[in-house]
């Protein structure tokens, strides 16, 4: 039994691999040094990218395969809408991690504990758990799939803890809560996974992703679905299962929470849509069940998004929210139902990309105590105009409304397959959370808009340059999306 | 086309350049640009002049109704591939229903952005009687001045007029639906932040807000259910189809969604409640905008979404909604005499001329659809004179309420009088001014209601619309009786100015013209009626 490897088409799995390995290779060698460490890290999260793009030009039907064996199952393969989960999930821990650069880069004060920063473990962090998000998608068999996910899993914990020894005792006191929720979270969801995965087994007799040959027990297959659904609805942070959210996104560093609210939820739905196309036509109890999830993620999510005083808990929560957005096709018998909620989760990793890196530029120079509330905003657009735009941009594109068109058109999307299906009370139910969603997105657009404080004092410092740079690049992927919507990936 | 339009229209057809769809650049691009530049310049140190401001607007909005009437003249018919992945192409397909609402939508831009906006002052004192009148109490300013955020004010309301151009030109549901949604941001900062400070102006405008963005999700999944039935967002292509592919069940549901979602919108009773609060506290050019264009939306949305794309469903919803339009024009013509409110007593008496719309809607006949077209024109401008005049009053006053003694319009004011006088009149739906042929047409079809209509009920419709129309007269002498007669003369307030002046006298004749020759725009809208009612 001879294995075709065709390493190319691994390169958006090898390259954060293979850069992790080298970055505690490179600290052994040069331990004084960190720039080389992050420029490294940064490298290979670029070579996955590159390797990934490639893929967002297959055409339907055709697929990248890796690690196939002669009859034809591969362990590896990525068609045109797990390409495109890929380079969103690259894209956005590129985001992270040059948010997060002078953070990690930096020393600690007077050559205490920190005396050389902190760059090579939690580089190594970052790429392993994106190595991890990028294989999920990907993967071919229950093997694959539960190895990466706790892969994409265990190392966010790590950087959830692993906060400065300059903060204060009790925010890393916090740190460590938030992460302790986040691995209890994980493990318990961990567990579901693994019993959804024997059900599955036991229920197939393999566990190859090939098409089922032969079923021989079909009610342990809707147990095994339910099962792995509610494992991976612990990862999107879809209610019930959203409680370490909140905790862990307020007690992470900024950064770090951007990247569990973006990058880890492509590992998530990357699951999902491994599963649903997996099952093939999928059954109803499977189908009521996400239908559920979705509903309830999105009612709970903006509903307790309304009342939030601080914009890091609002996205949150808001992130909870999505999580029901992005699950809503994925209750529908629709052929595209796993691209339509591939197509929403880019929309979303993109805005509240932005939000998170616009979020940054306005802890760096907010001259208040308290940055990160909503009330330290207010006015945002008078004072900051270049950092409000961007800002408001985002969230009208997670409210879904123009001129965010391209917020409006993933609502289009991810809405279609219901209504293919006239499930009318979950489509009701998403036309009631449009709404919500408008008045918690915009109640924050209202603080933006209103007029300034009198004189707050003067700036603490300018916005760094790549915050900059980041503002641009992600503003004007939104502005294209909205002027050349892309729609159904 | 009817004979004498079409000669018209064609004579002048060979007066105007071909510029084919570059009209749709001239209509919507200084829209854009306008607002992007006026967002720009509100944002430096020093904002640029009231008077840059204002005329830089209006010289936009007039640019623009330069495009939209070579839109109307020469309909060309814009197709790019937009969205391939869902089949929406972006499609702007002018045709007779949309022309005269894209035409009222330029004038009113046109008039919305002339009228000077006065930052919010104390109401004046209130004089207790003749003798204890202060003779020197300041007489309020209005001419323009300079206000905070005056830009921005001027580029919500471009934007306002670009998202309703858009939803009316639309010929792909999905274009129709980004256009009606795109006027929700600019109104509510409109509300919010230049509305009247007297009252509760954020709790309006989240009002306005929810209300609209619930009717519009519901319009949306209206839309989405149509379009995975049918495999295309073509508006054309639906109405062509005409409810072949959805089934008894699927086009009851369609029709109340979406008639459930427009309603919000029109709005129809009992969905009312939110307009009289925000027209109240709207700044005027905000009050103008929403009745004469924001509302036409809706009634725009159930000619082109529902009555021809599901006629099954909407034929069987059109008694309740029949109903609840005669219960609205009921409902409101009861609240307007004892109303103290002016600028809400004019609100609620749109909730009764819409009501006369979806009574003519209701009835599936070609004569009550065209009478609800014209009363929706006419509706538009009329309440536009309206609320131009009672803006107007209710800055010079410092409040609307009908409480308290004022000089009678006619002796302070005769020109805001003339207006005043013609607009109620206009409004009680007096034979010989625009909105009179909208109300009968609506209350004839409605006696004799198409084939599949109950026609007992319709004929109890009619004739109680009848009486509603009636209670109309009765609350145009209320307010004339308490606004413009009477003999004090203090505490005095200025005469229209120069941009009221011209926006009245322009809405006045067209209100008149529209009175005395209806077929000019019947013959516009008769083509597209006959096309929907054919079948």
Redesign the interface.
Known sequence: MSLELGLVSVLPVLAPVAAAVLVLLLDVVVPGRREPHLVLGAGGLVAGLLGALPGLRVGAGEVRSALCLPGGWCAYRADHLVSALQVCALGAALVVLVLTWRDWAAPGRDGGPEGTGRAPVVTALLLAATAGVVAVPASGDLGSLLVSLELATLPTVALVALVRTTWAADRRARAVDGAVSLLTTSLVSFGLLALGAALWVAATGSTRFDGRTQVDHPQLVVLAAVLLVAGLAFKLSAVPFHAWTPITYAAAPLPVTAYLATVSKVAALGGLVVLVRALGAVDGATLVAVAVLAAASMTVGNLVALVQHDTVRLLAWSTVAQAGWVLLPLASVSAQAASAAGSYLVVYVTATTLAFVVLAAVVAVAPVARPTSLEAQRGLLRTHPLLALPLALALLTLAGLPPAVAGVVAKVVALRPVLGDETWWLALVAAVNIALGLAVYLRWVAVLLAPAPTEAGPPRSQVPTRLWALTGVLTAVLVVGSVLPVGAL | MSGAAGRVREDLLALVPDLGVWWYALALLPLLLAAALLLGLG?RRVPPGHRVVHRGSMATAGLSALGVAGVALDRPVLELS?????G?SFSLRPDGLSVPLLLLTALVGVVATALHLHPAREPRPEPVDLADTDPTSPIPVVRGEDVPGLATYHACLQ?VLL?ALVAFLAGDA?VF???F??V??PM??LV??YGDPGSDR?GAA?RF??VT??GS??V??GI??V??ATGTTDLALWAAEGGASLGRG?QL?VAAVLLVGLGLKIPVFPLHTWLPWVHATAPTAGSVLLAAVLLKLGTYGVVRLVVPVVPEGFAAWSPLLAGLGVTGIFWASLVCLVERDLKRLIAWSSVAHLGFVVLGLATGTQAGLQAALFGNVAHGLVSALLFVVVGGLKHRWGSADLGRRRAAVREVAPRLGLALVLGMAASSGLPGLAVFWGEIGSVLAAWGPAADRPEGWFRAFAVLAAVGGALAVAYTVRVLREVWAGDRVEPRVPDAELTERTALRMLGLLVLVLGLAPTLLLGVTAPFVEGVLAR
């Open positions: 944002r937009w969205i391939p992945s869902l929406v934007v998202g999905l639906f980004i256009g949604e795109l929700l941001v509510w900062v919010a932040r954020e989240l807000l929810l963005v619930v999700s519901l949306l999944l989405l259910a379009a995975s699927s549901a």
